[in-house]
């Protein structure tokens, strides 16, 4: 099978073909920096990169963009608030949404750039779209004008009728009611609500509006026609649908040929939001016990164009799943026999195979995590009939670090500990010699405070972090 998306564009699952052979180039929209990322963000950043380690698995070269919206109303108004400039403002949530990246074990994008070191070509992208008449200037502002773009909607699937109703009217705010398709602001006049956010330029003294950000630093990034879009289901409207038009209309090309969405995670009935107040961000989580790869092992689990409810329940639900999954991979190394049972080569193989299956269909996470776990029970069995040999445990391990380079659970330096928790447990191995079980004793437990959990087998001490 193929590799195949769902394109929102077209509402079908379409076999992917890259622009250019062996190369995807693709655009994430990321965070805006008026405050800590949540969960439900995170669920969307996170489908993106099991999209970029999975094409990375076929063996494409990946060019990604996930850029940083520093300028907004909401970055302005908070920054205000505070008394704060907005670079001093926005670079607290910048930083902190990097930590979170780590923390969760991302695939780190090739750029990250963010909107204010970017306005140079905003302003060149607006300048166009008034020469062509795309645009027009009101009371200061610079809107777009969505009457002249016969195709407008083509993404949301609006309908027309509805689209010319409300095309005589603008917008100037950034975010505004889905179903109300307006005019909408490119760039906005300086008033004194914006204090000393803005600047001089060739069409005047302001800044811009949210939606021609995406479309000047993709384009920068990534060409006038790239491969992949890719946003959470509230993006479609206005956001994505909008930069289509603007950057369609720039350069009479194509903007991109896939566009992936990712569903809302919930809390109970209402999708997570910083709007309605019910979210948690990934500190207010780690800060109750859990460790990041039980959190990320949720995150994932399931399809991304599924709704995810979050509780606690499941998260403990997905800490178990996720101890199952880590202890099989490093119980492996307690195969000792030499003898081939015959079995395990074919398990590996088929494994391999349905695995690449599930995920060309559409990202079938859930079905790919699906054929590990058979593959973990199956092999769970040869060990305990004594039929796993220590070369067929080497080719099960190797098989399952390469799907972990999709599902990114065992951080590369997992198998690392820092010094002071190597002594601690060379200090505990040495107590057992010395037959001061008091002493090893305290030492497992100051360790297993620290999260480091020890195991004493018969091929000698085994250690793992706690989920």
Not at 91 to 103: G, I, N, P, S, V
Not at 196 to 215: A, L, M
Not at 261 to 290: C, P, Q, T, V
Not at 421 to 440: G, L, T, V, Y
């Amino acid at each position: 099978m193929a590799l195949r998306f769902f394109n929102t564009m077209t509402r079908i699952k379409e076999e992917f073909r890259p622009i250019e052979d062996g190369h995807v180039r693709m655009y994430t929209c990321g965070p805006t920096l008026y405050d800590f990322s949540h969960i439900g963000n995170m669920r969307t950043f996170i489908f993106e990169d099991i999209l970029r380690r999975y094409l990375k698995y076929k063996g494409y070269k990946v060019t990604q963009v996930m850029n940083l919206t520093d300028i907004d109303d909401k970055t302005i108004k908070a920054s205000k608030e505070q008394g704060l400039s907005l670079s001093e403002y926005t670079e607290k949530y910048k930083k902190a949404f990097f930590e979170d990246l780590d923390t969760l074990n991302f695939d780190r994008a090739e750029d990250y750039p963010a909107a204010t070191e970017h306005i140079p070509e905003m302003v060149a992208m607006v300048r166009k779209l008034l020469d062509k008449g795309y645009a027009y200037e009101a009371g200061g502002d610079i809107y777009f004008r969505i009457s002249k773009k016969d195709d407008y909607g083509k993404l949301s699937h609006m309908k027309l009728e509805d689209l010319r109703a409300g095309a005589s009217e603008r917008v100037a705010t950034d975010e505004y009611e889905k179903e109300s398709a307006t005019d909408f602001a490119l760039w906005k006049g300086w008033d004194e609500a914006d204090g000393d956010v803005f600047w001089e330029t060739e069409i005047g003294k302001g800044r811009p509006g949210w939606h021609i950000e995406c479309s000047a630093m993709s384009m920068k990034y990534l060409g006038e026609h790239f491969d992949i879009h890719t946003g959470g289901v509230d993006n479609i409207f206005p956001h994505h649908e909008n930069e289509i038009a603007q950057s369609e209309a720039t350069t009479g090309k194509p903007f991109a040929n896939y566009w992936l969405h990712s569903a809302h995670l919930k809390l109970k009935e209402d999708k997570m939001s910083k709007s309605l107040g019910n979210f948690y961000i990934l500190r207010d989580i780690l800060d109750k016990g859990y460790s990041p790869v039980a959190i990320r092992y949720l995150l994932i689990s399931t399809h991304y164009r599924m709704q995810l409810v979050f509780s606690f329940d499941i998260l403990d639900a997905a800490r178990e799943g996720v101890k199952r999954y880590n202890d099989f991979i490093d119980n492996l190394s307690d195969v000792t026999s030499d003898k081939n049972g015959g079995e395990a080569s074919g398990l590996i193989d088929k494994a391999k195979t349905d695995f690449v299956e599930a995920l060309d269909d559409d990202l079938n996470i859930s079905e790919a995590f699906g054929v590990v776990f058979n593959i973990i029970r199956d092999i769970n069995r040869l060990k305990a009939e004594n039929k796993l040999s220590m070369a067929e445990a080497d080719a099960v391990l190797e098989a399952m670090d390469g799907f972990d380079t999709v599902f990114g659970l065992r951080k590369k330096d997992d198998a690392a500990l820092d010094s002071e928790i190597e002594a601690m447990i060379e200090a505990r191995n040495q107590a057992r010699k010395d037959k001061n079980w008091s002493e090893a004793d305290r030492i497992r437990d100051e360790l297993l405070a620290q999260g480091i959990i020890l195991e004493d087998t018969p091929t000698g001490v085994k250690w793992k972090r706690k989920m």
